[in-house]
């Protein structure tokens, strides 16, 4: 019994000692290099591992959240803003109208502000409920001369504050303007023969109205800027019902108003001396107070030089019911909302030192052993990007140093060749855009995720059944100092699922191009791209998973706006050979679209190129209306055909919008009222 014990123990020994020795064996094989040299050597890398977006943490104490601010690369290297936006459901109409119920004096019909989604209202400067309409206008003060001394030529008359100020004026600043004009006008739309003027408030900004709710974004004095709400159930004697002041450092971003309640985007700058708590408005009894450690951020490091605080807020009394803040850029992140949730996205871009450490990796060639260690080294600091790049640039300045004239020549040639081949082999590692879902009841976080590239505007995000679309152009953003420009651009479309995992994608759409607009409606969605030509994608995105181009048009000029007028039929309002160009794009078959006619205005600018509130349609009578820097234009659609039925001679028309069948075209200085079935002028209403 003992002898086969000894047997068994012996046998195991060996076994242990040959395992010993083979992974003896292996390590001095794997590591030799480093045993025998006589200095570490850093394995080299030749590519750059994706950095993930990382969930999102508030911050644990105060001391926390001021580091985390100062260790961030305050520098935003890309033009972009936040905005808030909304999907469009096919299902619904198209059209943005609300049916007034009541009796025979209610309006049948009212236009409301274009928007994305029926139900979710948008800032803008005109507001109708059918019975009232308010509009706002710039606010201009009038002020009469004060003369210093009485030299010749100096003339006795009024001047306006935004304009010089003749020489022996005492400056506006310190005197009462003795006229204003503008603000904001409540007006008696209806019979529109007899429209006139019923109140003012003196203030001027984008509105909102909810029931008898006037919200106004007051933008009017620069260091007082605010958002009051105003009771406007006697439109003639509108009344202040409650106003939150903007911290000297905090501005308005946008805002939505959905089932009655109020949400608002604010922007506070951050610094490194931020006090703690942030205060977003400056209001009593500490409502306006966030703590820094409510306070989210990514747990990977991105451009804070901002927090952003979203705040859900009774409309009737001005209370903050709940509020959610973010860090983030000031340049780099959109906002955009559903009927469920709204999601934050954040640009941020490659490592510099783990892009150039793998970039000397593929050229070991061009690169001496000790500064490939240097940045690998260089990896593990815990410091901003922008330290990262004064660091690499101080490297390899140094390396180029002892170089004399021909070999630095040589090598910047060979560098920058190179450079721009493996920037574009790595074009989607190195710019990212990462997104942030937040439930729009409790403002819990619910997911994060990334996808490559970065978002245009608004439009570029939408949410459909649960899974989250977005269109992102890679190239025009890839920005690394002396060392490389990724100069060839190219978009991709990602859907991302529920919990912003990227479950699809189509790339390289527009290659050399850049995303000028994006529509999605249900399953389909809608890429324009523009370089020389426009490129009009239409994608089927049905299956989620494999989402494909079905058709692909190419014409001159481009769409910067796109306005789905019925189910396969779209407007593009955009510019060719600087003109404003309007398009019509028959959809029906995605595997052919086709521009079905267009027309050129003898405009050179409609504001409608960027801004989807001054576009307006109504379907009863297949027009849609666009202003110009000349005049304002109602456009037939009928049959398929453009055809301008109406214009309005006014250098200052701003928006129209209709009550029953009477289209509203407002400027600056007048209101016109046209009759729809014939669009002859019934009305005129000097402001």
């Not at 064996?25 to 590519?47: D, G, V």
């Not at 004697?237 to 959905?258: E, G, I, L, T």
């Not at 405009?603 to 209306?625: G, I, M, Q, R």
């Amino acid at each position: 019994m003992n002898n086969k014990r000894n047997f068994l123990l012996t046998f195991l020994g060996l076994i242990i000692v040959l395992i010993f020795t083979a992974l003896l064996l292996i390590f001095f094989q794997k590591y030799k290099p480093l045993l025998t040299s006589e200095s570490p050597q850093s394995p080299i890398q030749t590519a750059i591992p994706s950095t993930p977006f990382g969930k999102l943490e508030r911050f644990k104490t105060d001391a926390e959240f001021k580091e985390y601010i100062q260790k961030s690369d305050t520098q935003s290297n890309y033009s972009g803003g936040i905005a808030f936006s909304q999907s469009v459901r096919m299902e619904k109409s198209i059209n943005a109208s609300l049916a007034v119920s009541g009796g025979g004096r209610e309006p049948d019909r009212v236009s409301s502000t274009n928007v994305q989604v029926l139900g979710i209202d948008e800032p803008d400067i005109i507001k109708t409920d059918g019975k009232n309409l308010y509009y706002s206008q710039p606010v201009q003060r009038i002020y009469e001369p004060i003369i210093l001394n009485d030299r010749k030529g100096v003339e006795q008359q009024s001047v306006q504050s935004s304009k010089m100020i003749a020489p022996g004026f005492l400056p506006d600043s310190s005197r009462m303007p003795t006229k204003q004009t503008g603000g904001i006008l409540s007006i008696k739309p209806f019979p529109p023969k007899l429209m006139s003027k019923l109140g003012q408030i003196p203030v001027s900004g984008d509105l909102l109205l909810d029931k008898d709710i006037l919200v106004v974004f007051n933008e009017d004095d620069y260091n007082k800027r605010a958002v009051e709400g105003y009771d406007v159930t006697n439109p003639e004697k509108p009344v202040k019902k409650w106003s939150m002041v903007y911290d000297k450092n905090s501005s308005q971003v946008q805002a939505r108003m959905y089932q009655n309640k109020l949400y608002l985007v604010t922007r506070l700058n951050a610094g490194g001396d931020m006090p703690c708590p942030i205060r977003p408005f400056d209001i009593t009894n500490g409502r306006g107070l966030i703590p820094c450690t409510q306070i989210y951020h990514p747990t990977t490091t991105v451009n804070s030089d901002t927090v952003y605080t979203v705040s859900k807020i009774n409309p009737a009394d001005g209370v903050i019911e709940k509020n959610v803040s973010f860090v983030g850029s000031s340049n780099d992140s959109t906002v955009y909302m559903s009927e469920k949730s709204f999601y934050l996205t954040y640009f941020y871009s490659g490592d510099i030192a783990q892009i150039m450490y793998s970039f000397a990796g593929q050229n070991a060639d061009l690169y001496p052993q000790y500064l490939v260690d240097k940045l690998a080294k260089l990896l593990g600091y815990d410091i901003s990007t922008q330290a990262k790049m004064m660091e690499v640039t101080n490297l390899f300045s140094r390396l180029t140093m002892g170089m004399d004239d021909d070999k630095r020549l040589t090598y910047e040639n060979n560098m920058q060749n190179r450079m721009k081949k493996f920037m574009l082999g790595h074009a989607r590692e190195l710019e990212k855009t990462g997104v942030v879902k937040v439930n729009i009841e409790n403002f819990d976080v619910e997911a994060t995720g990334d996808v490559p590239g970065k978002v245009l505007n608004q439009f570029a995000l939408d949410e459909y059944k649960g899974d989250l679309r977005v269109a992102t152009t890679v190239g025009q953003n890839s920005w690394f100092g002396n060392f490389g420009q990724l100069t060839q651009s190219f978009s991709d479309v990602y859907v991302l699922d529920r919990s912003l995992r990227t479950i699809g994608t189509v790339k390289d759409l527009g290659k050399t191009e850049r995303i000028y607009s994006v529509r999605f409606l249900a399953d389909r969605g809608y890429v324009v791209t523009f370089r020389q030509t426009d490129p009009f994608y239409v994608l089927d995105l049905s299956n989620p998973s494999n989402p494909q181009i079905k058709g692909e048009l190419k014409i001159p000029g481009y769409s910067s706006y796109l306005h789905p007028l019925s189910n396969t039929l779209l407007a593009g309002i955009g510019k060719e050979d600087n003109f404003v160009k309007i398009s019509l794009f028959d959809v029906s078959s995605p595997e052919n679209p086709q521009e079905i006619d267009r027309f050129i205005l003898t405009e050179y600018w409609s504001e409608a190129l960027n801004n989807h509130h001054a576009f307006l349609t109504d379907e009863k009578h297949e027009v849609f209306f666009i202003p110009g820097a000349r005049g304002g234009y109602v456009f037939s659609y009928k049959d398929k055909k453009l055809e301008i039925k109406k214009s309005v001679s006014d250098t200052q028309v701003q928006r129209a919008a209709y009550i029953n069948d009477y289209l509203y075209v407002l400027g600056l200085t007048k209101i016109v009222a046209l009759d729809e079935n014939n669009w002859e002028k019934v009305g005129e209403l000097e402001l």
